[in-house]
């Protein structure tokens, strides 16, 4: 791997006051970038607040709660040094978010960044931490943050990229295939940024591979406030499943439109995004029922943290939210840092990154029971595994892969009369 910037980050880090080895009763400040004004402000707030619930769980002796880090008080290895978490408004803008990040490494002294990023913010921001070799630890899922070309040496992913989640979909379109759906034509609706924009070439590329026809591809600007046009279209093409890359206040559209024109596909299959974040599930109550969303965590997992997590987290919501996949994935890019740090022995922004590349945990102390750890080159975990969950009850449940499932997925979703 390019080490283009070690020497800057270990400079920079003693230039700045960071120490590279930490002692008793130290405070490791982990920046924390969300969005805490505009539109996605109540979503940025809510994963706000999973990071203060994950930071008191290691801050904190907890030794009933069945996740890393939570038995002792403190970074073990650094005689209970506490993590402080050092929040910025990102306002989910990569120029403000860019700038952001590099006031909290140049002025607030963090040794690594996580929070709530899209995958445009998460580019944006990792341009700065690669400058002064800070790591980075984000859910943003486009594949080209972790391929070749892009080439971060401090950028992290253990979760899924848009090719996993995407794939994953399709396989769950053959299972219900299997089972006499006879799905046979898709069309994608992807907003235009980068979160839309990747999506829409791996949900082409897959088609192709497992063999479905595309019978419409629309992209749309997510800022947009009428998509009357796009609902029309995707209704004369009339396929047997609608893929969507929204955001909540475009995903809120899309779904109105189609039950004004009283039009629905055997499956409507969100792709994360709006699809998981309050705005659109409050909004939209009632009408979610039925929709499916791809998804890197469920509610209805059975590790032991999970329903822990879930409870726990109704204590720390600043709005009554209840825990979500969007709020579990970027909380615990939060514990992999500091478990990270751990690992490391040390503060030091370099030591910290090299143990990020070779973790060592059980993934059944993780809030998401991934199949593995194990990170290549270019920073991604090639053992992430993703779900598929359908609104049923006002719930999203889990419907693949099989052997996570709770429940039989419903197919095709019922007319909107009859519901």
């Known amino acids: 791997m390019n080490k283009k910037v070690c020497a800057l980050g270990l400079v920079g880090a003693m230039a700045l006051g960071m120490s590279v080895a930490a002692s008793a009763e130290e405070t ?34 907890n030794p009933d709660i069945a996740l890393a880090l939570a038995e002792e008080a403190g970074i073990p290895s650094l005689d209970g040094a506490k993590i402080e978490l050092v929040f910025a408004d990102s306002k989910q803008d990569p120029t403000t978010a860019a700038s952001e990040a590099k006031r909290l490494i140049t002025e607030e002294g963090v040794v690594a960044m996580t929070g709530q990023y899209t995958s445009a913010v998460t580019k944006a921001v990792a341009v700065v931490t690669e400058t002064y070799g800070i790591p980075l630890c984000t859910a943003g899922s486009s594949p080209s ?76 600007s997510a800022s947009a406030t009428n998509v009357s046009a796009e609902v029309l279209k995707i209704k004369a093409a009339n396929p047997d499943v609608v893929f969507m890359a929204s955001y909540s206040s475009d995903a809120i559209l ?20 709006g699809f998981v974040q309050t705005d659109f599930l409050d909004t939209m109550a009632g009408d979610t029922e039925y929709i499916y969303t791809t998804a890197g965590w469920s509610t209805d997992l059975t590790n032991p943290a999970t329903a822990q997590l879930v409870d726990l987290y109704t204590q720390y919501s600043p709005d009554g939210a209840t825990l979500s996949e969007g709020h579990c994935k970027d909380m615990t890019n939060l514990l992999m840092i500091a478990v990270a740090i751990n690992q490391a022995g040390s503060s030091d922004p370099e030591a910290i990154a090299e143990a990020m590349r070779d973790l060592d945990v059980d993934t059944a102390e993780l809030p998401i029971p991934w199949n593995g750890i194990s990170v290549d080159e270019y920073g991604q975990n090639t053992e992430a595994n993703s779900f598929v969950v359908q609104m049923i009850d006002g719930k999203y449940q889990t419907v693949y892969p099989e052997a996570n499932a709770v429940i039989e997925a419903t197919v095709p979703m019922p007319s909107w009369e009859e519901r």
Do not use: H
């Not at 034509?185 to 924009?197: K, L």
């Not at 899309?254 to 995004?273: S, T």
């Open 254 to 273: 899309f779904l109105k439109g189609f039950k004004e024109q009283n039009w629905a596909p055997k499956i409507l299959l969100g792709q994360r995004g």
């Open 28 to 61: 490791i400040k982990i920046g924390f970038l969300t969005p805490m004004s505009g539109a996605n402000a109540t979503y940025g707030l809510q994963v706000k607040a999973a990071g203060e619930m994950i930071a008191d769980l290691i801050n904190n002796e």
């Open 145 to 220: 943050l972790t391929d070749p070309d892009t080439d971060f040496d401090y950028y992290f992913r253990y979760g899924c990229n848009d090719n996993t989640y995407i794939e994953d979909a399709y396989k769950f379109l053959d299972q219900e295939n299997a089972k006499g759906a006879d799905l046979k034509t898709v069309a994608f609706v992807s907003e235009d940024s980068e979160f839309g924009a990747n999506i829409r070439i791996s949900e082409q590329n897959y088609a192709d591979v497992y063999g479905y026809e595309v019978v419409e591809d629309i992209s749309y």
